[in-house]
């Protein structure tokens, strides 16, 4: 059993920067697989970024590339998002997951056992 808890949300002017962390307790495989996603108002949850625990690259959607960064603290089983250039259309519930174990990341939400409760990042214009 792994339980997720995320931290940092907040309100942001466009184009700052905010860091959302997530603290991972339990048993934490070296081969899972953890990765943030994040549900706007009226949209589905979207995958952001993620990232085996141990091994490999993190990987990123394709409208985060080069604004966020995916990072993890194996010794406090805490992962970070680092979200710089915000825009308004990053506002969203940010949730942390986990999955326990995978050959790659993946990138939908039916693939992942645990989830924490979210944090809200609003972006303002």
């Known amino acids: 059993q792994v339980q997720l808890v995320e931290s940092g949300g907040g309100l942001v002017q466009t184009g700052g920067s905010l860091r959302v962390s997530c603290v991972a307790s339990?048993?934490?495989?070296?081969?899972?697989?953890l990765a943030w996603f994040r549900q706007a108002p009226g949209k589905e949850r979207e995958f952001v970024a993620g990232?085996?625990?141990?091994?490999?690259?993190?990987i990123y959607a394709d409208s985060v590339t080069g604004r966020f960064t995916f990072s993890s603290d194996n010794v406090r089983n805490t992962v970070y998002l680092q979200m710089t250039s915000l825009k308004p259309e990053d506002t969203a519930v940010y949730f942390c997951?986990?999955?326990?174990?995978?050959?790659?990341?993946?990138?939908?939400?039916?693939?992942?056992?645990?989830w924490g409760p979210g944090t809200q990042v609003t972006v303002s214009s």
């Open positions: 339990g048993r934490i495989f070296s081969t899972a697989s």
């Open positions: 997951a986990a999955k326990s174990s995978s050959v790659g990341v993946p990138t939908t939400t039916g693939a992942y056992d645990y």
């Open positions: 990232k085996r625990w141990r091994y490999g690259n993190a």
